[in-house]
């Protein structure tokens, strides 16, 4: 793989809490190829300095957010998960204090558009790199896919060196450091 099949773009969430601890989102701007595209993806989830979770998708980034919404809202009204997915964690107002968050979305060209599972690798290499350099996990990772995909390691690595320019903070990794 190299750098000409990835497009990175940045989004801004925004959470707008509703009655009985419900939510919704709001993602900023409208426009951009992880909108519009059924191009597979991995995107990242932070607010500031802090890495909240990593998934990856393989519809408009939007309509991924929505059903995870969608799931948090069933679970918070019912007490129980909607087919086994409990949605979002990070929409809890009450974890997550933060209602404004930035999304880094990474779409592949469509050349990978039936590679699920080296999508899936990427995704699981890239929450591991962030624990091997910040000594934490992302705070709402649910679960990761572990899989051995020649390329998945080194474009998690791409993805976090981008990452890392796109926070501008180099305290995510002083915790190893010092």
């Given at each position: ?93 009450e974890l997550n204090k933060a209602r404004t968050l930035d999304v880094l ?74």
């Amino acid at each position: 793989m190299n750098s000409q099949d990835l497009l990175f773009e940045n989004y801004q969430l925004t959470i707008l809490d509703q009655l009985e601890n419900t939510a919704f989102i709001r993602l900023s701007p409208i426009i951009g190829e992880a909108l519009k595209r059924e191009r597979r993806k991995v995107y990242i989830v932070h607010s500031n300095q802090e890495i909240l979770y990593v998934g990856e998708a393989g519809s408009s980034v939007l309509k991924r957010f929505q059903r995870g919404c969608t799931a948090f809202n069933y679970k918070v009204k019912n007490s129980q998960a909607r087919r086994g997915y409990q949605g979002y964690k990070w929409l809890n107002k009450e974890l997550n204090k933060a209602r404004t968050l930035d999304v880094l979305v990474v779409v592949f060209d469509e050349s990978y558009d039936l590679k699920r599972d080296f999508i899936e690798a990427v995704e699981g290499e890239l929450v591991y790199l962030i624990r091997s350099e910040t000594n934490e996990w992302p705070r709402f990772q649910n679960e990761i896919h572990f899989s051995n995909c020649v390329g998945a390691k080194e474009t998690a690595e791409e993805i976090f060196e981008n990452l890392l320019m796109k926070i501008n903070n180099k305290e995510i990794i002083k915790k190893v450091i010092l």
